[in-house]
Structure formats: structure tokens, C-alpha cells
Nanobody
Framework: QVQLVESGGGLVQAGGSLRLSCVAS????????MGWFRQAPGKEREFVGG????????DYADSVKGRFTISRDNAKNAVYLQMNSQKPEDTAVYYC???????????????????WGQGTQVTVSS
């Protein structure tokens, strides 16, 4: 079992920045590809970004490419989402997710992820 705990959400003005963190329990964090997803009110959950278990491969949704950066520190069992130049449409609950994975693998499919955090709210005011 892996437990994921997100933090770092909050209220930010448009154009501002936030950094989300997700810390995992367990000693096998480096075996998991990690993803960030978000869900806005009345909308389906959507992929934001993902990173392979070794951190060498990343993938981003077009809506955040160039503004958001995902990274990880396997020594700290943590994955991060740096969000810059934020827009009101980034407002959502953000979730991290873990998938037991082979090397160099990243997926956008939420159905492939094995574990999910409880989410953290990000609100971007205009």
C-alpha cells in the first residue's frame, strides 16, 4: 500500500505561482510513475502532468505546458508540481497519483494509476 498526501494548495492571483507537494509512504517510491491530475467543479478529472519513476521522462497536458513543471525527489519520497503564470482556469482540486511502473513510463490515463491522494484545492483569482 502507498499513501499519498498532497500539500501546497491555496489562493493565488492570476499570474502568480504555487508549488504543490505530494509525499508518499513506503520504501518503494522509486518504483512508481507519478501523475498530477485536477478536477474543477462540474468537470471531469483531467491529466496535468506525469513523471517516470526515475524522473527522466515527463509529460504535460497542452493547457499547462510551458507553465507547469513536475519533478520528483526519490530520496524524499516526494513529487512536486511547480505552477507558474497561473490562470483562473487552473482553479481545481489537484490530486497526485502513483502507478507501479517500468522505467521511462508515463501515462495520462487515470485508470492506470494504483493510488491517489486526497487532493488539495488551488484557487486562482482574476
Amino acid at each position: 500500500q502507498v499513501q499519498l498526501v498532497e500539500s501546497g494548495g491555496g489562493l493565488v492571483q492570476a499570474g502568480g505561482s504555487l508549488r504543490l507537494s505530494c509525499v508518499a509512504s513506503g520504501r518503494t517510491f522509486s518504483s512508481y510513475a507519478m501523475g498530477w491530475f485536477r478536477q474543477a467543479p462540474g468537470k471531469e478529472r483531467e491529466f496535468v502532468g506525469g513523471i517516470s519513476r526515475g524522473g527522466t521522462k515527463t509529460d504535460y497536458a497542452d493547457s499547462v505546458k510551458g507553465r507547469f513543471t513536475i519533478s520528483r525527489d526519490n530520496a524524499k519520497n516526494a513529487v512536486y508540481l511547480q505552477m507558474n503564470s497561473q490562470k483562473p482556469e487552473d482553479t481545481a482540486v489537484y490530486y497526485c497519483a502513483a502507478k507501479n511502473s517500468v522505467a521511462y513510463y508515463v501515462t495520462r490515463r487515470d485508470s492506470e494509476y494504483d493510488y491517489w491522494g486526497q487532493g488539495t484545492q488551488v484557487t486562482v483569482s482574476s
